[in-house]
């Protein structure tokens, strides 16, 4: 038989890894506000696609009411709207797309792992958790990166230019009709020169804290230092709203099974994660990246 495994003992950690991979993402994700809370599904059946929003791309028309002879029933205007032509809307399904895949694939042995193997077990799926959430972080800072609606170069971290950079999408942002607050996600070089510019005073109310190497706000944007290492190469920074995107994880499988080489077990696992934006919500999002060349 095809699940005949010679009476050795088969276990099903996908519960434990299904409830510890979304925790550990909401304490240790970088760019968390640009995203929604993570959405797991486990024994997912479909190769690529995680689910389908309603989306419709019918644009808004803005119309004049006609009072003019002839129209909406009165004389020669029957059967003509007084409201003028009128537009049909309809919804279409927008997949989301898985785009990576993973996969876990160790082995304890009962001689050499020198403590309790269900404990082990544990600790190696948290282990695995932190890892993946890691990973996470830097293919959504990716998605971010691919998916920004609008771009602008910091020239050098000078005070000029770096107030140029903000009020420049302060103006855009206004301009652009967002009307949510927007965090901006930058780099530690880029944090440290809003700490140091000059134009921070008291004076000016401003809330930035020289001993605690702080800085809240800016410009009417909330400020959050995010390691580089999770930013796409030559960007440093990410302007985005509150869970503007979504993202997903898919868990296959996450067991223990009795090892053939070795006295042990072995711990596998498998599954897909991926990321989904609106494509009318990607203007709000702005990417900052260096000079190139």
Do not use: C
């Not at 510890?20 to 909401?26: I, K």
């Not at 049909?88 to 160790?106: L, N, P, Q, R």
């Not at 390691?227 to 979504?246: G, H, N, R, V, W």
Request: proline content about 3%.
């Amino acid at each position: 038989m095809a699940n005949n495994n010679n009476n050795l003992p088969v276990r099903s950690y996908v519960p434990e890894y299904l409830k510890l991979l979304p925790t550990v993402f909401s304490v240790k994700s970088a760019f968390a506000g640009a995203f929604s809370d993570m959405q797991i599904l486990d024994g997912i059946t479909h190769t690529d696609k995680a689910f389908t929003v309603k989306t419709s791309d019918t644009p808004v028309v803005i119309g004049t009411y006609d009072k003019t002879a002839n129209t909406g029933g009165f004389g020669d205007g029957t059967g003509n709207s007084r409201f003028g032509k009128m537009t049909e809307i309809k919804y279409a399904d927008s997949s989301a797309e898985y785009d990576h895949e993973w996969a876990i694939h160790e082995g304890l042995d009962r001689h050499t792992v020198n403590t309790d193997l269900s404990s082990a077990v544990l600790d190696r799926l948290n282990l695995q958790a932190q890892a993946q959430v890691r990973d996470l972080n830097k293919r959504n800072g990716t998605f971010l990166s691919a998916n920004a609606g609008h771009s602008e170069v910091l020239v050098d971290y000078t005070d000029a230019n770096i107030i140029k950079l903000f009020n420049t999408l302060s103006k855009y942002y206004i301009d652009n009709e967002v009307d949510v607050a927007v965090r901006a996600y930058v780099a530690p070089d880029l944090y440290n020169a809003l700490v140091d510019l000059a134009s921070n005073t008291t004076a000016k109310n401003s809330s930035v804290s020289i001993d605690d190497n702080g800085v809240v706000r800016y410009k009417g944007f909330a400020i959050e230092e995010t390691s580089s290492k999770y930013f796409a190469e030559s960007d440093l920074a990410y302007f985005a709203p509150a869970q503007i995107a979504i993202p997903f994880v898919g868990i296959e499988t996450t067991r223990t099974m009795e090892a053939i080489d070795f006295d042990g077990i072995m711990i596998q696992g498998a599954g897909k994660d991926g990321r989904f934006i609106l494509d009318d919500n990607k203007a709000a999002v702005v990417k900052v990246t260096a000079p190139q060349g």
